[in-house]
């Protein structure tokens, strides 16, 4: 809205931001011709001259607005109860380093994979893992046992209650799951320490959910369990939930726990939701912490083309096989547009890049200098955005819906036309986009086919023919996520926490997800939903632990420093007033 009213009422728009007027725009851009004429220059870059145009604002103030679109709250201590303070230097300690070890290392050992062919809970006995989970719990974290509720909700999901004195404060809600993906069996050989064992190396704890997302799930019951210990009594509810199946969709975990959720505390009933997610990352100089805010959407679209059999001796010049090939080449050569709008955390993070790092590309800088002075425009190709893509793939996706064609099947026979081909195309939805730009673009390329080869079109219809081509979406399809704002109360008590324990030359800046987490099942329980990995080891630097893949592992100093953040959260968060 914003942007377009900026594009077609240009000068509106400058007169409100206190830009020179067109008039006197007009007049220095003839000054600066005659300059550049006086100085013998003899062609004319277009864009020497926007840029000249556009040096209006002071470099300073060009600063000041890129920090004011990149808020950095104060580092934030609590300071309520310094009783506690005794418990969060015990985190540091030698005898709690050794403990949590010991913890974090069963944890691993004790198998929960989770498959995408499960069954039914009580039929499929691959769920059964879950009971020596909780026994291992139990066992592991006896404070929390014995004086917290512990509710388990379909069967294994783990729902923790400890309640605080203050029923007006909405609760914090941490979040972790329980499985891990699976390892397959021909890769274990490839491992360094197998991947069951929670080997400890002297600095990282091996296998499978080591960083994937056991160190966060025990970090959080650490926290609780050294927090009973030390006596807080909580004004906040504080609640751990931990899904069982994330790792397949979450239906039987995630699902139910967020339903159970919300029927006892109402739609957003939460203050603030911190799950699995990003963490830390080094970019342009600087070291951001970047808690994920928003995550894209997704939708995998299932493609049949279906044409009549018959002997291979006679065929049609084009098998289903040859038709399916030609839409998925239509499919392929053009991409969804990179586009970056202002809700996307991106935009935010190049904001603090500008303001914030010293090796902040300055083409860039430029650039996002022009939109925050224009707005973006819907019209035109977004240049911050493609310029911002050349740094690579996995910036570029933040900003652009991606489309890759990952199964295709077709044919049983080789002497019989193949009367039905099949592929699925996988999506990850643009933040500012919907599934529906995705489904209309694939009916108008299938339309094309469909047209060309006289096939019936079934786009989304739910109906198929012979001699057709049908388009339906799977039931996994997930809209993009609301963006948490990142510029509330909920956010400064996040990333203060953040700078306080790490230093204020650490940026908080919001970060988007191409996956997604269990929080897809969360969205009405709180707008302030963060996925972060708050754990971090200086010397081991940013990474992801190699999660989902051989080799698994997280830095002890990473978790044993996600502790202490979390102890530090949950503490900021009772003393705030939010
Ligand atoms: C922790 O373990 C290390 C080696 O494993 C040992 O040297 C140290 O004494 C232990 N610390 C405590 C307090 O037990
Ligand atoms: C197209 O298909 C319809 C029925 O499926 C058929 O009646 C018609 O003759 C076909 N047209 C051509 C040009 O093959
Ligand atoms: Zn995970």
């Not at 104060?74 to 005898?95: G, M, Q, R, V, Y």
């Not at 200086?538 to 830095?555: A, N, Y």
Request: charged share 25%.
């Amino acid at each position: 809205m914003k942007s377009e009213v900026a594009h077609v009422l240009p000068i509106d728009a400058n007169a409100r931001s206190g830009r020179p007027t067109p008039r006197s725009r007009g007049k220095s851009v003839a000054l600066v011709l005659i300059a550049l004429l006086l100085f013998g220059v003899t062609f004319i870059d277009f864009r020497s001259v926007e840029r000249l145009w556009w040096l209006g604002p002071s470099s300073a103030a060009r600063e000041e607005a890129f920090r004011a679109g990149c808020a950095q709250p104060e580092p934030l201590l609590p300071s309520k109860n310094p009783d506690l303070d005794k418990a969060f230097e015990h985190i540091t300690s030698s005898a709690f380093r050794n403990a949590t070890i010991r913890r974090l290392s069963a944890a691993v050992q004790v198998k929960t994979e989770s498959f995408d062919d499960l069954g039914a809970i009580g039929e499929d006995p691959r769920w059964d893992v879950f009971y020596n989970f909780h026994d291992f719990l139990k066992k592991t974290f006896p404070r929390i046992h014995e004086q917290l509720q512990v509710e388990k909700v379909n069967t294994h999901g783990l729902l923790y209650t400890w309640k605080g004195s203050d029923e007006s404060l909405k609760p914090t809600l941490l979040m972790a799951h329980q499985d891990t993906v699976p390892v397959p069996p021909e890769t274990i050989s490839s491992w360094t320490y197998p991947p069951w064992s929670g080997a400890y190396d002297g600095k990282y704890i091996w296998g499978r959910g080591a960083s994937d997302c056991k160190n966060q799930l025990i970090a959080t019951l650490e926290t609780l369990e050294l927090l009973l210990e030390a006596n807080f009594k909580p004004r906040r509810t504080i609640l751990l939930s931990f899904g069982f199946d994330e790792e397949c969709s979450g239906k039987q975990g995630a699902s139910h726990l967020a339903a159970f959720i919300q029927e006892r505390y109402g739609k957003d009933g939460i203050a603030v939701i911190v799950d699995e997610g990003s963490g830390f990352e080094q970019a342009w100089g600087t070291l951001f912490a970047k808690p994920g805010t928003a995550e894209k959407g997704y939708t995998d679209v299932h493609i049949t083309v279906r044409a009549p059999g018959g002997h291979s001796s006679v065929p049609s010049d084009h098998t289903s096989i040859g038709i399916l090939s030609e839409l998925i080449t239509k499919i392929e050569s053009e991409q969804y547009p990179t586009r970056l709008v202002d809700a996307n955390p991106y935009y935010t993070q190049l904001q603090c890049g500008a303001a914030y790092s010293p090796d902040f590309p300055e083409k860039l800088r430029e650039l996002l200098g022009r939109r925050r002075s224009r707005g973006a425009c819907r019209a035109r190709p977004d240049r911050l955005a493609l310029e911002a893509a050349k740094q690579g793939p996995a910036i570029k996706y933040l900003m652009q819906t991606s489309q890759a064609v990952d199964v295709i099947s077709g044919g049983i026979k080789v002497n019989a036309l193949p009367e039905r081909a099949t592929a699925v195309v996988n999506h990850r939805i643009n933040v500012g986009e919907t599934s529906q730009v995705v489904k209309d673009r694939l009916t108008a390329l299938a339309g094309e086919v469909a047209r060309a080869h006289n096939l019936t079109l079934h786009a989304f219809d739910g109906k198929e023919s012979p001699s057709s081509i049908v388009l339906a979406s799977s039931s996994h399809e997930l809209q993009v996520a609301p963006v948490t704002p990142a510029d509330g109360d909920a956010f400064a008590v996040l990333a203060g926490t953040t700078r306080a324990l790490y230093g204020s030359d650490v940026v908080v800046t919001p970060g988007i997800m191409t996956g997604n987490t269990d929080t897809r099942y969360y969205w009405d329980l709180t707008r302030h939903i963060f996925r972060f990995g708050p754990g971090f080891d200086p010397e081991d630097g940013p990474g992801l632990g190699k999660i989902h893949t051989v080799d698994e592992r997280v830095s002890v100093l990473n978790h044993v420093n996600a502790v202490r953040w979390f102890t530090l959260f949950v503490r900021n968060m009772d003393e705030a007033d939010l």
